[in-house]
């Protein structure tokens, strides 16, 4: 038993004089992880210690982000002019989605359109849909919120972007690749647009593996929803149903 | 007189059978402006139409922007390891410039850094600062709000950026562009860093003036504050004073 | 009295019935200039000064894009892997654009791939074409150079591209917007990717115009080529003939 | 049992004792690979597999950018307005860096300004120095060529660039970060324009280590030279001399 206490304080004395790596887990370990085994940064800023220990594994290099699942864009309901007609259908699929990537615990970004009340940071061509403070996708409006059924968790990441592509004019590659992000999973609507436009800018952008769901994706008809496909797989972008892809 | 209600029924015939551009005027006649003459459109978009009617002469080619103006970097009360040592004695120049501006209808935005609980989004170098959901300019957290005696107003913009640069991985460039911004006033913290990232920037994107007012920006030093206008001048760029700039 | 009410009611609807051209020199005259003819810029910030006197008038504001038309794309005698079936059958058209485009003293942008004989400049998914120094349009080499019958004429600008889109980590837009572009005209190879995406970019870019000459374009298959000018026409893409925008 | 807790206890010292590499191997070793030798990847997807062997090792996340060491920089004869007053005495040094950067199998990237004959590329406020076809680095042009002593390898990267920064507005970031480099070694010219902005981009976009070596850099004084040095290291830049860096 003695021999015990003095391996363990052996091994105290040998952590604590180890270099800052160490003293970085300790502290860690100390407010909260638990353990300290399966937090291995790559470097001493750690970009991954925020994610959960299941991400450490398989699904540490992937991330999921969800676009424009908001209710101007697939709730009938707020009569927006925006609506895609095939969205409200695959919201059970993108929350479905949601819940295996956390499960998984792959990075969550919600990706969502929030704009000036006087529309002056919208595209051009639909500007005249402002006015009066009020448009699609108003920042503060009810037509901004996400879809009812989906939420953003502690965790996850909240992205605005202002155009079709997630990655235009925003931080997201910053944020992705600075946390060792290489492969995207890719939902929401709608399919000729916001999600073709990110996923060609993800391949532009060196994404090894893009994979857009494609039964949790929509557009306003099934025959563009697919002709889109179509393209996108050209470029080698993987297009699994939600079962495909949740094997 | 029959003659001049002839004459004025004639006018209004004319006037509302002329194209959207005047159906365009005369409707935001009706609902607010009193006038139509000042409000000009460039195009059928009129991406100016927010702005106020003293824009739409002098100034309504420049924009402020405020470079982190935010308690954690200027209020020495917050303990901000990010605090700028000289950022404090500006507040008030900051305040009055933004009055000026104001005053003229130049369009005026707040840059301001809101950074992720983990700091995954923050510079590597600095994301030691962040820990237990808490760290430097932390969104929703009190070090992130403006300084006392600065408010965000109607009608202006509030733009969110990561990095040092107000341009870097934001839409500053397509919201202030699409606008028909070509001059720019700088003002805020710090002049080595995020001031002159934003001003190399803006000289590399072709605004045609780029303004730092010299007494409404401030770094650690004196000496490091001039060092940096004096080579933003060799750029360009001009320096005056408040005082020189309201006149 | 009354003749003077009819005659400056007279002028207001003259100035009224005008069309945007007229509001533009108006407003210029307006805020300053002091004189309603065209200001044809001088001296050092005289952005359009390299252009030719044709360009001064309509179409100054106008850029053609040619993309991508290069041996290893367009032409079959190459054996290239990047043929585009239905590319051969567009370089009388595009040649025919381009001739108009100077006529009209358009401003004329090649925009073409040039890749480093490693491939290590190319998307991931095509990487494995690149060997031994050889690969589609490697720089020097003769499938990067322009179909047989296009040629690059002074005045002309050549801009090197690395991924599908003419604006992806280019300074297009850079040297576009500082000549004061506003509008668009593509052609070149092809629809689904180079095209589309440069289109949708030019769009996210806030460029007013943007048109695609669909008889001087060309994809794999008509199909493709035809569903992907659809989704175009949906964000206000225009899509003329050769013949109708040359009228 | 003793003697197995011993003996745990023991390895778990010598791993923990381990440098960072040993982390990252194991780290790849518990997420699937099965070895904790090095994988060098091979095949279509295998961005290094064009550097030398050499570089498979401890240089391999490095590139080395030569910034703008062009003969209208620092090359006196030939009477250029851009003459940097610094540069000429620092070729030997640069030359002297890019030999050992090849020693080492890193990545070398030539940047260079290659402007139009017409100044249209060029920065708003330098146009002026642009008449007649002839200016400062025009492409083409004896000014645009490398300073005397200075060559482009094989396997060596030029990059063209028409701003300050060598990310502004070129698919420099794309070709590094396809390649795995996470730390950059810049030498050239000038220290408060082109060498800074690029060090402060590359910061912004997350290079780990970035370093300038302080005797292969120049500006137009030594004050102005230090004076951004000393900025420099504020945000975490390393500025060794080119013998420290070369040991």
Redesign the interface.
């Given at each position: 038993m003695p021999?015990?206490l003095a391996?363990l304080s052996?091994?105290l004395v040998?952590?604590l004089s180890?270099d800052k790596?160490?003293l970085h887990y300790l502290k860690r370990w100390l407010?909260?992880g638990g353990s300290i085994i399966p937090r291995?940064?790559?470097?001493?800023?750690?970009?991954r210690?925020?994610r959960t220990m299941a991400a450490?594994?398989?699904w540490?290099e992937t991330a999921m982000l969800i676009i424009d699942m908001q209710k101007d864009f697939v709730d009938p309901a707020m009569g927006s002019p925006m609506l895609v007609a095939g969205g409200e259908a695959v919201v059970p699929a993108v929350a479905e989605a949601v819940a295996v990537a956390r499960e998984r615990g792959i990075f969550v970004v919600w990706v969502v359109r929030e704009h000036?009340p006087?529309g002056?940071?919208v595209?051009?061509?639909r500007?005249?849909l402002y006015s009066?403070g009020k448009g699609p996708t108003v920042k503060g409006l009810k037509g901004a919120e996400l879809a009812d059924g989906l939420f953003i968790k502690e965790g996850d990441?909240k992205l605005?972007?202002?155009?079709?592509?997630a990655f235009?004019?925003?931080?997201l590659?910053?944020?992705l690749?600075?946390?060792g992000i290489k492969n995207l999973v890719i939902v929401g609507v709608q399919t000729?647009?916001c999600i073709r436009?990110t996923v060609?800018?993800a391949?532009?952008?060196?994404y090894?593996k893009v994979i857009v769901l494609i039964d949790a994706t929509a557009a306003a008809r099934p025959d563009?929803h697919l002709?889109?496909i179509?393209?996108m797989k050209?470029?080698?972008v993987e297009t699994p149903t939600l079962e495909e892809w949740r094997r």
């Open positions: 021999s015990h391996l052996c091994l040998l952590l180890l790596f160490l407010s909260g291995i940064p790559t470097g001493a800023f750690s970009p210690s925020h450490a594994g398989k540490s000036d006087s002056r940071d595209e051009l061509f500007r005249h009066g990441y605005v972007k202002t155009r079709f592509s235009f004019a925003t931080h590659d910053s944020v690749k600075t946390q000729p647009n436009q060609y800018d391949v532009e952008l060196d090894e563009i002709a889109n179509r393209d050209t470029i080698s």
